[in-house]
């Protein structure tokens, strides 16, 4: 497995996929881009509190990837909407996000449980519930997993809290599973270290010690080692 490594600009996390600034992964075989929980719309969603700036920005990364990577897929794993309801302004600013994200590359969109019962279609176009790529089961995450099947998928929003309200995402990964950390600003992530983090991994049968952490900052991904390693350095650094 993927042991601790310097910085770089790109880190293979599991067999065909590598890890990318910015909390994307790639599936070098199809030129496949992974983005997760990019909670479109998030501030209209919310009660319009809040200037939408969030869709314009995350997308934008999102093409940049795309652009940089020479991309022929991007695949959304879920909660590519915060909410399907919202004001017509913001179906337009999702809809024109997506348009020039389309003029790059085509989209798939994996339906996450933000979606709700129409699955996001109302404003996505066609969804679906999980593909595959590369022999991976690419799905959301909030359901259970398939038995035996390797999958990559978004949900659990994880990171490595560093502490006075910072955080840094991150991706999980083990030989079947791949987590990919989320794409909105809104979310601090769930601390890999916490025991709701063991708790969600539990169901595919992952310990501490099976699974590798890479943190991703906008311009670096850090290869951290086993999440035990992690565990262990970091709590005894918090004591």
Same mark, same amino acid.
């Given at each position: 497995?993927?042991?601790?490594?310097?910085?770089?600009?790109?880190?293979?996390?599991?067999?065909?996929?590598?890890?990318?600034?910015?909390?994307?992964?790639?599936?070098?075989?199809?030129? +496949?881009?992974?983005?997760? !929980?990019?909670?479109?719309?998030?501030? !209209? *969603?919310?009660?319009?509190? %809040?200037?939408?700036?969030?869709?314009?920005? &995350?997308?934008?990364?999102?093409?940049?990837?795309?652009?940089?990577?020479?991309?022929?897929?991007? +695949?959304?794993?879920?909660? +590519?909407?915060?909410?399907?309801?919202?004001?017509?302004?913001? *179906?337009?600013?999702?809809?024109?996000?997506?348009?020039?994200?389309?003029?790059?590359?085509?989209? &798939?969109? +994996?339906?996450?449980?933000?979606?709700?019962?129409?699955?996001?279609?109302?404003?996505?176009?066609?969804?679906?519930?999980?593909?595959?790529? !590369?022999?991976?089961?690419?799905?959301?995450?909030?359901?259970?997993?398939?038995?035996? &099947?390797?999958?990559?998928?978004?949900?659990?929003?994880?990171?490595?809290?560093?502490?006075?309200?910072?955080?840094?995402?991150?991706?999980?990964?083990?030989?079947? %599973?791949?987590?990919?950390?989320?794409?909105?600003?809104?979310?601090?992530?769930? !601390?890999?270290?916490?025991?709701?983090?063991?708790?969600?991994?539990?169901?595919?049968?992952? &310990?501490?010690?099976?699974?590798?952490? *890479?943190?991703?900052?906008?311009?670096?991904?850090?290869?951290?080692?086993?999440?035990?390693?992690?565990?262990?350095? %970091?709590?005894?650094?918090?004591?």
């Amino acid at each position: 497995m993927i042991g601790p490594a310097p910085a770089s600009e790109a880190h293979p996390i599991a067999r065909g996929v590598t890890a990318l600034p910015g909390g994307f992964a790639l599936l070098e075989a199809s030129r +496949v881009l992974l983005c997760a !929980d990019a909670h479109f719309a998030y501030e !209209d *969603v919310m009660g319009g509190a %809040l200037p939408l700036w969030s869709t314009a920005e &995350t997308s934008a990364t999102i093409a940049s990837a795309a652009r940089r990577h020479g991309v022929r897929e991007i +695949v959304f794993l879920g909660d +590519v909407l915060h909410g399907s309801s919202m004001s017509a302004g913001a *179906v337009r600013a999702v809809q024109d996000a997506l348009l020039a994200l389309r003029a790059i590359a085509p989209l &798939t969109f +994996v339906a996450g449980n933000h979606e709700g019962r129409g699955r996001g279609r109302s404003i996505l176009g066609e969804t679906v519930e999980a593909c595959e790529r !590369d022999g991976w089961h690419l799905i959301h995450g909030d359901k259970a997993p398939l038995a035996g &099947t390797p999958s990559i998928i978004g949900h659990l929003h994880p990171s490595v809290h560093l502490g006075a309200g910072n955080a840094m995402p991150a991706f999980l990964a083990a030989r079947d %599973l791949v987590v990919v950390p989320a794409l909105t600003p809104y979310s601090i992530g769930l !601390d890999v270290l916490s025991d709701a983090c063991l708790a969600a991994l539990a169901p595919y049968g992952l &310990t501490r010690a099976a699974v590798h952490v *890479v943190a991703a900052s906008a311009a670096r991904v850090y290869p951290f080692g086993t999440l035990s390693r992690v565990y262990h350095f %970091l709590r005894s650094a918090r004591e």
